[in-house]
């Protein structure tokens, strides 16, 4: 079992549609979360951190269930712009730092 | 502010040649670490270093090997280029490596090919 799974996708929306993906995580002893977005051949770029209380910025909400162990993003009134790889982050520390990346979630959002 | 700067951006190579992937940020960050990224896969981590003097390998470390001379640098070499190495590779930095959630600066990539 991978440490981060993401659903690969694809996600096929249309503008203005309310997207959500989630991200499960294997390890209790994670401390922080994170969802980065990259674009088709470009580097990832920080989004957005998870806390545990959820956070929200503009029309992107992140969740964090420790007891289930998934952090979730959605985004409400999705652009065009919107499409790209969302890649899950978790950090955890056992002895060792160790961030982990999920493979990504592909969105489309289509006119 | 130019953050992490990678070449280079593409490269083709042979089987057997060896080249060295250079990085380079300007943030005064500590911690410099490598990526390599494949189709259906995350980003996995090759080697990093958390100072100047001190490497450390990752999880994909077979093949490769870093130095870090300044806090600037951190070069990638490929000792013996194989077909399996071609890939995508991520240079990155951050303020520290711990887990205080520092955001993670990449590079742009550099897109390896080896025929």
């Known amino acids: 079992r991978k440490e981060v799974e993401q659903d690969p996708g694809p996600f096929n929306v249309p503008e203005g549609a309310t997207v959500a993906f989630n991200c499960t995580y294997s390890?209790?002893?994670?401390?922080?979360f994170f969802w980065y977005r990259q674009d088709c051949r470009k580097e990832p770029k920080l989004l957005m951190s998870v806390y545990s209380s959820g956070n929200e910025d503009g029309r992107f909400t992140a969740q964090l269930n420790r007891a289930s162990q998934y952090i979730s993003l959605l985004i409400r009134d999705s652009k065009l712009s919107d499409s790209a790889t969302y890649l899950c982050v978790v950090n955890t520390y056992t002895g060792g730092f160790k961030t982990i990346f999920g493979a990504g979630t592909r969105l489309f959002v289509k006119a | 502010n130019a953050g992490v700067t990678q070449t280079p951006k593409f490269q083709v190579l042979k089987t057997g040649q060896s080249m060295t992937l250079q990085c380079a940020q300007d943030?005064?960050?500590?911690?410099m670490s490598w990526y390599r990224q494949d189709p259906g896969m995350g980003l996995r981590l090759i080697h990093y270093s958390v100072g100047a003097g001190i490497t450390d390998q990752g999880e994909v470390p077979n093949g490769y090997n870093v130095s870090r001379s300044t806090t600037e640098d951190f070069p990638l070499r490929l000792l013996s280029a194989a077909p399996s190495q071609t890939s995508v590779y991520f240079c990155a930095s951050r303020l520290t490596g711990g887990a205080s959630g520092n955001t993670i600066y990449f590079g742009e990539g550099s897109w390896l090919t080896v025929v």
């Open positions: 390890n209790s002893a994670s401390q922080s």
């Open positions: 943030m005064n960050h500590e911690y």
